[in-house]
């Protein structure tokens, strides 16, 4: 099967178990696709990095979710694999990005207390990948988006930067690596 535009699949393709309903949008890392769980029926995020991307990304980014386990500030994951079209990542569909609800509003500004609300959601989210070993490395409102209807409504994605600089079983400081 051929890809329509480069990196965006057809709606109805098939990736693993999951198939594409409608494009969300994309990145240097791929595309991601709204689909439905097949076992749940509930709709679902898929991130798709292409096969031939020269940096991968996405294979760190599994493997960050999986270390860093269940959080209200991390989106859900479903599962990961691999299929003809390139490695996938099923997860959590959640709402839009910060930057995109600014626009939204009248004059693009938030109310003091939204802005309040949204600054602490945004720390305790960083805060809590902190404590679990890891820095983030691209902070910014893309990255942040909303879960509506939860206590916690700001989650914390795209790991694809990150870098854990504590030890798991010590819990000590990695040195950064010396330069060559």
């Known amino acids: 099967m051929s890809l329509r535009k480069?990196?965006?699949?057809?709606r109805g393709t098939e990736v693993g178990p999951?198939?594409?309903?409608?494009?969300?949008?994309?990145?240097?890392?791929?595309?991601?696709?709204s689909c439905r769980d097949p076992e749940s029926g509930q709709k679902i995020a898929l991130k798709v990095e292409p096969r031939g991307t020269r940096k991968k990304s996405l294979y760190k980014e599994i493997?960050?979710?999986?270390?860093?386990?269940?959080?209200?500030?991390?989106?859900?994951?479903?599962?990961?694999?691999?299929s003809e079209f390139g490695k996938y990542l099923a997860m959590e569909l959640?709402?839009?990005?910060?930057?995109?609800?600014?626009?939204?509003?009248?004059?693009?500004?938030?109310?003091?207390s939204t802005v309040t609300v949204i600054a602490i959601e945004s720390f305790k989210a960083i805060r809590e990948v902190h404590q679990r070993g890891y820095v983030h490395r691209d902070i910014k409102p893309g990255n942040f988006v909303v879960r509506p209807n939860h206590t916690q409504p700001i989650v914390l994605l795209d790991?694809?930067?990150?870098?854990?600089?504590?030890?798991?079983?010590?819990?000590?400081i990695i040195p950064p690596r010396s330069k060559p």
């Not at 493997?63 to 691999?82: A, F, R, T, V």
């Not at 939204?104 to 938030?110: K, L, Q, S, T, V």
């Open 63 to 82: 493997e960050i979710y999986e270390d860093l386990g269940e959080s209200p500030y991390l989106p859900k994951i479903y599962g990961s694999g691999d």
């Open 159 to 172: 790991f694809g930067l990150s870098k854990r600089f504590r030890d798991k079983e010590t819990n000590a």
């Open 18 to 33: 999951y198939m594409t309903r409608r494009f969300l949008g994309s990145g240097t890392f791929g595309a991601v696709y």
């Open 94 to 112: 959640l709402g839009p990005p910060l930057f995109s609800l600014r626009e939204c509003m009248h004059n693009e500004h938030f109310s003091t």
């Open 6 to 10: 480069p990196g965006r699949l057809p």
